[in-house]
C-alpha cells in the first residue's frame, strides 16, 4: 500500500509542480515518516532575525563525533520553510548523520545575496556548536535541493562568503549556471538578467570541496544541464566532482525519493551516505 502511495503521490507531484509540495509534505510526515530513532531539536537561533533558525535531528545510536549534514530547501528564493523537511532529517539521522534543516531569508524581504549570507551564518553556527551534540565540525556537508543547491554551492565555491573547512557539497537539482533570466521576480531578486557574478557556475575554477550533484534527467523546472555544465567546469579546474542522474525523474520527486516509503525511486539516499562516508 505505502509503494503504491508513494507512486500515486510521485506522479501528482510531478504534475502539480511545487506548490503541491508544501501541502502534501504535512500529510508525509504524519503517515510515513518514523518517529523514532532519533531526536529534534527544534528552532536552534543561528543568528538575529525570526528566519534564523534551523532544526537539528540526532540520530539516537549516535557514534561521536559524527558527521554533519546542513541542508538547504528550495523554493525559488521566494518560499519554504524547515518545518516540512522532517522527512529529510529522518532519512539522514536514521543512518547515523546529525542533520540540519536552516531556514534562510526569502524575497521580498531580501534579495541577493542575503539568502546565501544566512547560509553562511548557519554554517558557522554549526562548526562552533556540532561537537555540543556529538557532532564533528570537520566533517560538516552542505546539501541543497534546488534553490537551497545554488546556496550550498556559492558557499563552497565563491571565497567571498567566507566560508571553509566544508567537507563536501551535495547538490540536488541545482541551478548553477541559468542565464539569462526572463522572470520579472527573478530580474528583480538577482539584480539584473545576466550578472553573471550571481552564478555559482562562475567561480567554479576555484579550489573547492568535493561535490556530488544529483539531478533528474526529466527535470523541467531546473534543467539538468546545469549539473552537467558545472559538473564539467570543476573537473576541469582539477576539483573532485561526481555527477548522477536519475533516468526520468524531475524537480520534486528526486527529493521526495529520500523519504521513507519512497526511496525505490532513485539510489539518492545510498548515493549520498556514501559521499558522505567517503569525505
Same mark, same amino acid.
Given at each position: 500500500?505505502?509503494?503504491?502511495?508513494?507512486?500515486?503521490?510521485?506522479?501528482?507531484?510531478?504534475?502539480?509542480?511545487?506548490?503541491?509540495?508544501?501541502?502534501?509534505?504535512?500529510?508525509?510526515?504524519?503517515?510515513?515518516? %518514523? =518517529?523514532? +530513532?532519533?531526536?529534534?531539536? *527544534?528552532?536552534?537561533?543561528?543568528?538575529? /532575525? #525570526?528566519?534564523?533558525? &534551523?532544526? !537539528? $535531528?540526532?540520530?539516537?545510536a549516535?557514534?561521536?563525533?559524527?558527521?554533519?549534514?546542513?541542508?538547504?530547501?528550495?523554493?525559488?528564493w521566494?518560499?519554504?520553510?524547515?518545518?516540512?523537511?522532517?522527512?529529510?532529517?529522518?532519512?539522514?539521522?536514521?543512518?547515523?548523520?546529525?542533520?540540519?534543516?536552516?531556514?534562510?531569508r526569502?524575497?521580498?524581504?531580501?534579495?541577493?545575496?542575503?539568502?546565501?549570507?544566512?547560509?553562511?551564518?548557519?554554517?558557522?553556527?554549526?562548526?562552533?556548536?556540532?561537537?555540543?551534540?556529538g557532532?564533528?565540525?570537520?566533517?560538516?556537508?552542505?546539501?541543497?535541493?534546488?534553490?537551497?543547491?545554488?546556496?550550498?554551492?556559492?558557499?563552497?565555491?565563491? %571565497? =567571498?562568503? +567566507?566560508?571553509?573547512?566544508? *567537507?563536501?557539497?551535495?547538490?540536488?537539482? /541545482? #541551478?548553477?549556471?541559468? &542565464?539569462? !533570466? $526572463?522572470?520579472?521576480?527573478?530580474?528583480?531578486?538577482?539584480?539584473?538578467?545576466?550578472?553573471m557574478?550571481?552564478?555559482?557556475?562562475?567561480?567554479?575554477h576555484?579550489?573547492?570541496?568535493?561535490?556530488?550533484?544529483?539531478?533528474?534527467?526529466?527535470?523541467?523546472?531546473v534543467?539538468?544541464?546545469?549539473s552537467?555544465?558545472?559538473?564539467?567546469?570543476?573537473?576541469?579546474?582539477?576539483?573532485?566532482v561526481?555527477?548522477?542522474?536519475?533516468?526520468?525523474?524531475?524537480?520534486?520527486?528526486?527529493?521526495?525519493?529520500?523519504?521513507h516509503?519512497?526511496?525505490?525511486?532513485?539510489?539518492?539516499?545510498?548515493?549520498?551516505?556514501?559521499?558522505?562516508?567517503?569525505?
Amino acid at each position: 500500500m505505502l509503494r503504491a502511495s508513494a507512486r500515486f503521490l510521485s506522479h501528482v507531484l510531478a504534475i502539480a509542480g511545487g506548490g503541491l509540495l508544501a501541502m502534501c509534505v504535512p500529510l508525509l510526515n504524519i503517515i510515513a515518516i %518514523p =518517529k523514532s +530513532g532519533y531526536s529534534l531539536r *527544534r528552532d536552534l537561533r543561528y543568528g538575529d /532575525g #525570526p528566519r534564523a533558525r &534551523l532544526d !537539528l $535531528y540526532l540520530p539516537d545510536a549516535l557514534k561521536a563525533p559524527a558527521p554533519v549534514l546542513l541542508f538547504f530547501y528550495g523554493g525559488s528564493w521566494q518560499s519554504g520553510t524547515k518545518n516540512i523537511y522532517r522527512a529529510l532529517g529522518e532519512a539522514f539521522a536514521s543512518a547515523g548523520v546529525i542533520t540540519a534543516v536552516a531556514d534562510y531569508r526569502l524575497y521580498p524581504e531580501v534579495k541577493y545575496p542575503a539568502f546565501i549570507e544566512d547560509g553562511a551564518e548557519a554554517f558557522h553556527f554549526l562548526r562552533e556548536k556540532a561537537a555540543e551534540y556529538g557532532g564533528d565540525p570537520a566533517r560538516l556537508v552542505l546539501c541543497g535541493h534546488s534553490a537551497g543547491a545554488y546556496i550550498a554551492a556559492m558557499l563552497a565555491c565563491n %571565497p =567571498k562568503f +567566507g566560508v571553509d573547512h566544508v *567537507r563536501g557539497v551535495i547538490g540536488i537539482a /541545482g #541551478p548553477y549556471d541559468f &542565464l539569462p !533570466l $526572463y522572470d520579472p521576480v527573478l530580474i528583480d531578486i538577482f539584480g539584473g538578467d545576466r550578472v553573471m557574478a550571481t552564478q555559482p557556475i562562475k567561480y567554479a575554477h576555484t579550489k573547492s570541496p568535493p561535490m556530488l550533484l544529483a539531478h533528474g534527467t526529466a527535470d523541467k523546472t531546473v534543467g539538468p544541464g546545469n549539473s552537467r555544465r558545472m559538473a564539467k567546469r570543476l573537473s576541469e579546474a582539477g576539483n573532485d566532482v561526481a555527477l548522477i542522474e536519475y533516468p526520468g525523474r524531475g524537480h520534486l520527486d528526486i527529493v521526495l525519493s529520500l523519504a521513507h516509503g519512497f526511496r525505490h525511486l532513485t539510489t539518492l539516499r545510498e548515493d549520498m551516505l556514501r559521499f558522505i562516508a567517503a569525505n
